[in-house]
């Protein structure tokens, strides 16, 4: 059933098609699937009413932060788009480097967050939520691949 669940969000999500997206159809794709997002979490975690009251505080924190961080992945995928018909080198190195730093900083945020929970509910219940966590963004960063072009820098390489 979760997985059934997840695959709609791949229908939902193309959140950054860095050459045609609009910022209103942006705005409106990422709050359908935060919602999205978390009817499947809720779906998923299956908590006890007393876990539930400790979890979803600390998840609506998780999702405030992953939000600003998919602000700085649409900036990047916005920045991708702006140079891609003429990608030199130097823009290529500088548009890896802020990817490079988004991963980390994913890791980071995902890190923080199963020790909180960790903390507050337990190994379990940490590890399913990172578990349906990273089925969501994988859904989503798969369809993200799809849109985007292949890099290719003006000598036709």
């Known amino acids: 059933m979760l997985k059934k669940a ?21 705005e409106m ?12 979490m809720t779906l998923a975690m299956q908590l006890s009413n007393n876990d539930a009251e400790k979890f979803w505080p600390i998840y ?3 999702e405030l932060e992953r939000s600003r961080w998919g602000d700085r992945r649409i900036a990047l995928i916005k920045s991708y788009a702006e140079q891609y018909e003429m990608m030199s080198d ?26 909180r929970v960790e903390q507050a509910l337990g190994a379990s219940i940490a590890a399913r939520f990172l578990q349906v966590e990273n ?11 799809q849109e ?10």
């Open 6 to 26: 997840l695959g709609f969000v791949v229908v939902g999500v193309i959140v950054a098609s860095p050459l045609h997206a609009q910022r209103n159809l942006m």
């Open 60 to 62: 609506r924190e998780y």
């Open 135 to 145: 089925q969501i963004m994988l859904l989503i960063d798969l369809q993200i691949a």
């Open 90 to 115: 130097d823009a290529a190195k500088a548009l890896m480097d802020e990817w490079f730093g988004l991963q980390t900083d994913r890791l980071s945020l995902y890190k923080s967050y199963h020790g």
């Open 148 to 157: 985007i072009p292949l890099v290719f820098n003006v000598e036709g390489n």
């Open 29 to 40: 794709m990422r709050s359908d699937i935060r919602a999205e997002a978390q009817q499947l």
